[in-house]
């Protein structure tokens, strides 16, 4: 198994760092109102362009841009909390093993047994899947 909750440092690096920082803004509704202005903006700026096509490129490969940075991004924050989730609960299984082992030491139950093995092929699964 990787490292125990309680060993875990405190230390994220600066991506990681940077990552929480856009997923919590882009999940805020400032973010969507800047995008809605933004698009409010855009829309007279057709008189800018000679064309249509022209002007609809822009703003496509902009937005392209920024939706794969931003999922790039929000991806790396999604992998950190899922590893903290299931470090979490492994040890949950763990803790709950050890209960069942001192609960089989008194009595010898094979419903116990089974949950225990069940548990103990549970913790780090997302690891060997």
């Given amino acids: 198994m990787s490292q125990r909750p309680s060993q875990i440092q405190d230390e994220a690096s600066r991506f ?4 929480e920082s856009a997923s919590r ?4 509704a400032a973010f969507f109102i800047i995008c809605v202005v933004l698009v409010v903006v855009w829309v007279p700026t057709l008189a ?3 064309s249509v096509d022209t002007w609809q490129l822009v ?7 920024l939706a794969f940075l931003l999922i790039a991004l929000l991806q790396n924050s999604e992998r950190r909390y899922d ?5 979490k ?5 763990e803790g709950l093993a050890v209960l069942i082992r001192r ?3 008194d009595d010898r139950d094979s ?6 093995a069940d548990l103990d092929a549970a913790v780090g699964l997302e690891e060997r899947t």
């Fill in 83 to 87: 590893r903290a989730l299931h470090r």
């Fill in 111 to 116: 419903g116990l047994q089974r949950v225990l």
């Fill in 59 to 65: 703003l496509n490969t902009t937005t392209s841009v």
């Fill in 25 to 28: 803004f882009v999940s805020e």
């Fill in 48 to 50: 800018l362009f000679h």
């Fill in 89 to 93: 609960v492994d040890t949950i299984a």
């Fill in 16 to 19: 990681d760092r940077l990552a």
């Fill in 103 to 105: 609960e089989l030491d």
